[in-house]
């Protein structure tokens, strides 16, 4: 029975076993410790291998299986008269499920100008100057009865010149962003520098953000003209029960506030059936309905205490929070598994590229040392080849070679030669004075060929024939030692016109100068 510390892994099933091996292969971790986090893990090695590396922090599938197993059943609320008795139905059958409505997505479409044609242009431009003039004079009164003392002053005029908040005349459409802008700066100055932390942005904007973070978004429109605005605002939106609970983060709240008066909040009263104001509304992503369905999950309408604002809210809340959790939950598995997944193929293509990497280097070494064999075996097979012909060419060259002249011959140079070669030692022999420089190199290459007196070896010389497209180097020099003179292998220069009737020569070797060279070199 195999068992690691107080671990019996006989007692785990083929599968448990299988990922306990995965697990301990990419964390080297002991199986006394494995098994526990597998366990905690519901044998995911993916979800283990994430908590060993990041850390072991909120369980997101134990989260999410306690979320779905906790998510209570919807039962019939009983929050009026009506509901309570058409509960209690006979045969005990429930009312079916309302289903809450769609909360449509609103893009403020921007204002288009149609220019009339040409032709019709011509024809009521007499009309359009007629009337530019009439408004012209028409304001101009306007702004002249606006000196009037208030008392006396008509009403239609001070209505027509109110700005900012409550002013319904002038007001430009402006991109999302900078109406939120304008309806918040608005607000400040009516009621002062609130902490309602409005967002700053078009309203398609906030529902795309609280359907990507989970968060309800709270949706406030109001009408400046109304009656009860500025009772709701200051009493209950204002209240520091109503801005402490939209501020607090555990409630997951965005708030967007609109101006009916601007396009874009005038729209969004229009699709959201806004029969009364202040309007208020609570949108939430219900995954029940679909997957990315945004509904609305409350109303409220019209004038209502703070207290009872924040307990329809914190009901709305309370009923569609454990929704939002299991998606949450869902999604934070999902994320912990796509980075797992992220990591894994990244650590893949990583050892892939490592492995690339050395099966080129691999390849190559190989290369280099096939071409350093080939070369060596090149340089080898010429330097043979080098050798073969220099030997051929010492053998033909000896048969060229005029024999020593005798005694009575008188036009000769007699010279001692120091050969390099110690069994060599000293030679004296007499030349001609006609006798060229390369001749006497000549001789002395191939003194050993010359020296020989085996007959057999003689006539195979005579046979021997100058190879082709081989040119002879000597490795050697001949000089005067006194006064020091080299000689060159000159075809032009001969013995009588260069050192005279007798002479002391040497031999000196230059082969060994040349290796020196070439150890220095390597």
Known sequence: MASNGAIDISQLTLEQRSALEQYTQVTAQDVKDAVPLLERSQWNVQIAIAKFFDGEGPDPVAEAMAAQNDIPRQAPRHENLQESLAASRPFGRPLPRARPDLAPRIVPQPQTTHRPPFLLAIIFAPFNFGYRAISTVFRTFMYIFT???????????????????????????????????????EFEEEYGNTSLPFYEGGFAQ??????????????????????????????????????????????NIILWGGNVLDSEAYQVAAEYNCTKFP?????????????????????????????????????????????????????????????????????????????????????EAEAAAAL?????????????????????????????????????SKDVVRLALKMPDDSAGRIVRKFASSTTM?????????????????????????????????????????????????????????????????????????????????QDAE
């Open 206 to 251: 906030a529902l795309d953000l609280a359907k990507k973070e989970l968060k309800f978004l709270l949706i406030v429109l109001m009408s400046p003209e109304h009656d009860d605005t500025e009772s709701f605002t200051r009493d209950t939106l204002l209240s520091p029960e109503v801005v402490s609970f939209i501020n607090d983060p555990a409630n």
């Open 372 to 408: 350093a064999e080939k070369k060596a075996r090149e340089e080898a097979e010429a330097a043979e080849l080098r050798a073969r012909q220099r030997e051929q060419w010492r053998r033909w060259r000896a048969t060229t070679i005029p024999p020593e002249p005798n005694a009575a």
């Open 279 to 363: 309007f208020s509304c609570l949108v939430c992503l219900t995954p029940k309905e679909g997957s990315t369905r945004m509904s609305i999950v409350k109303r409220l309408v019209g004038p209502m205490s703070s207290s009872t604002y924040i307990a329809e809210i914190q009901t709305a809340i309370n009923k569609y929070a454990p929704d939002l959790a299991g998606v949450r939950a869902e999604r934070t598995a999902q994320e912990v598994a796509r980075n797992l997944r992220t990591e894994q193929d990244s650590a893949y293509e990583r050892s892939l590229a490592r492995d690339r990497e050395r099966a080129r280097q691999r390849r």
């Open 438 to 518: 390369e001749e006497l190199y000549a001789f002395v290459e191939c003194y050993d060929l010359l020296s020989s007196s085996d007959e057999e070896d003689m006539d195979e010389k005579t046979d021997r024939e100058p190879p082709e497209g081989y040119k002879h180097e000597y490795q050697f020099r001949i000089a005067s030692p006194m006064p020091r003179v080299v000689y060159e292998p000159d075809e032009g220069a001969t013995l009588g016109s260069t050192i005279g009737r007798s002479g002391n020569l040497i031999v000196e070797s230059i082969i060994s100068e040349e290796s020196d060279d070439d």
């Open 147 to 185: 000196f009037l003392p208030a008392s006396i002053r008509p009403r239609m005029i001070t209505t027509s010149m109110t700005s900012g908040w409550k002013g319904t005349a002038g007001r430009r459409m402006l991109m999302p962003r900078d109406t939120a802008a304008r309806f918040k700066r």
